[in-house]
Antibody, heavy 122, light 106 residues
Framework: EEQLVQSGDETRKPGESLRISCEAF????????IGWVRQTPGEGLEWIGM????????IYNPTFQGQASISADKSISTAYLHWGSLRASDSGIYYC???????????????WGQGSLVTVSS | DVQMTQSPSSLSASVGDTVTISCRAS??????VNWYFQREGRAPQVLIY???TLQSGAPSTFIGSGSGTSFTLTISSLQPDDFGTYFC?????????FGQGTRLEI
């Protein structure tokens, strides 16, 4: 069964770094884009960005670019979301997602990880 | 960014009812709209993509329609498992954006 399995919940202080992971199972990791979505009570669901593991081509939501970065390790079928210096506003549930392209440029997320809760608090 | 505005933000209904949720885009997104359902504590799951195409495995009681800036999700013959939160999403432009959600309660 195809699935995305995320790392556990994390708590950090402002200014600390963090990397969360998403491991893909039962599909060809390098054949699909993989991305991240954040969910917060205030902003709802927000698309952060996506990476194509085959060549590491990456696209970001300008809102998140510069604050968080996406990477992937093809050898272990794992995508990452990394922060160098966390802010309280980075708190939320982070989902990794796999888009399915049904037409040129248009897609939907047909596979979701279980979510990782990130809490940033002093 | 394209703003996706859902209405209503919450809705009360009973088992067996038919309900309609609306999603309006701030500019045309063609038919690049998806609908997701989320239960409390779980990840969202896709119900409808391309505005009106039912995802494999989703019940036929879910019907999506619309194009351009106006989209609707109609749920007929509500079942207990249908109660939760519904989101629309546009993937016509980068960044993709979501509606704020419609909470469907018993």
């Amino acid at each position: 069964e195809e699935q995305l399995v995320q790392s556990g919940d994390e708590t950090r202080k402002p200014g600390e770094s963090l990397r969360i992971s998403c491991e893909a199972f039962e599909y060809s990791f390098t054949s699909y884009w993989i991305g991240w979505v954040r969910q917060t009570p205030g902003e709802g669901l927000e698309w952060i960005g996506m990476i194509y593991p085959h060549d590491s081509n990456t696209i970001y939501n300008p809102t998140f670019q510069g604050q968080a970065s996406i990477s992937a390790d093809k050898s272990i079928s794992t995508a990452y979301l990394h922060w160098g210096s966390l802010r309280a506003s980075d708190s939320g549930i982070y989902y990794c997602v796999r888009p399915y392209y049904y037409d040129s440029g248009t897609y939907y997320f047909n596979l979701w990880g279980q979510g990782s809760l990130v809490t940033v608090s002093s | 960014d394209v703003q996706m505005t859902q209405s209503p933000s919450s809705l009360s209904a009973s088992v067996g009812d038919t309900v309609t949720i609306s999603c309006r885009a701030s500019r045309s997104v063609s038919t690049s709209v998806n609908w997701y359902f989320q239960r409390e504590g779980r990840a969202p799951q896709v119900l409808i993509y391309a505005a009106s195409t039912l995802q494999s495995g989703a019940p036929s009681t879910f019907i999506g329609s619309g194009s351009g800036t106006s989209f609707t999700l109609t749920i007929s013959s509500l079942q207990p498992d249908d109660f939760g939160t519904y989101f629309c999403q546009q993937t016509h432009e980068v960044p993709s954006t979501f509606g704020q959600g419609t909470r469907l309660e018993i």
